[in-house]
């Protein structure tokens, strides 16, 4: 099956720096990836869509200038969170869609803690 | 809105069936999707079902009833392996993925 590769898989920052968290298409072209943000015990929530060469939509609740989302190519898009703090710390999801959908590929996951 | 509703936890008996329920309301509709998702960890796909009827794939089937708007993820021979979260999705018009809060399964000896 199709491969989304994102890393890194985790990263401890001090605050106030900024992580960049990359989600690659191994195998096949994405032409839209989503970024989700899972805290513990809870369900993904989706923060942002992005469709290769445009900008990425945001959802409501969710700063634009904080997490930065750029799909520069079909098989990559990245997600930078910007001067993080503490409550910035969670789990980072990738995903990636195809054309006609029957599946959407995850990536592995990217745990992100803010000291 | 949109909303999707599945129970929050469910315990079964190593062995056991569990079947796992979803219902849904959205903008339209192109796909359910169910998920397995272990702590920590990224969701693993399981079934896809964009006609109604039931789906079987090993020891996981997927059933979907549109009209109701309810989908079931059956699951036998329950190993404790299995003990995880499973998310069902809605694909909306605008082929948004709508995912629900996950059912959390306990799998007991």
Request: aromatic content about 12%; proline content about 3%.
């Amino acid at each position: 099956g199709a491969v989304v590769s994102q890393h890194p898989s985790w990263v401890i920052c001090k605050s106030g720096t900024s992580v960049k968290i990359e989600c690659r298409s191994l195998d096949f072209q994405a032409t839209t990836m989503f970024w989700y943000r899972q805290f513990p015990k809870q369900s993904l929530m989706l923060m942002a869509t992005s469709n290769e060469g445009s900008k990425a939509t945001y959802e409501q609740g969710v700063e634009k200038d904080k997490f930065l989302i750029n799909h520069a190519s079909l098989t990559l898009s990245t997600l930078t969170v910007t001067s993080a703090h503490p409550e910035d710390s969670s789990f980072y999801i990738c995903s990636a869609i195809s054309g006609i959908v029957t599946e959407a590929f995850f990536g592995q996951g990217t745990r992100l803690t803010v000291v | 809105g949109q909303n999707i509703d599945q129970p929050t936890e469910m315990t079964a008996t190593e062995g056991a069936i569990v079947q796992i329920n979803c219902t849904y309301q959205t903008s339209g509709f192109n796909g359910l999707f169910w998920y397995q998702q272990h702590a920590g960890e990224a969701p693993t796909f399981l079934s896809y079902n964009v006609l109604d009827g039931l789906e079987e794939k090993g020891r996981f089937s997927s059933f979907l009833s549109r009209s109701k708007g309810y989908s079931y993820l059956l699951l036998k021979e329950l190993q404790m392996k299995d003990s995880a979260s499973y998310l069902c999705a809605v694909l909306d018009s605008n082929y948004q993925l709508i995912w629900g809060a996950g059912t959390k399964l306990i799998i007991k000896p």
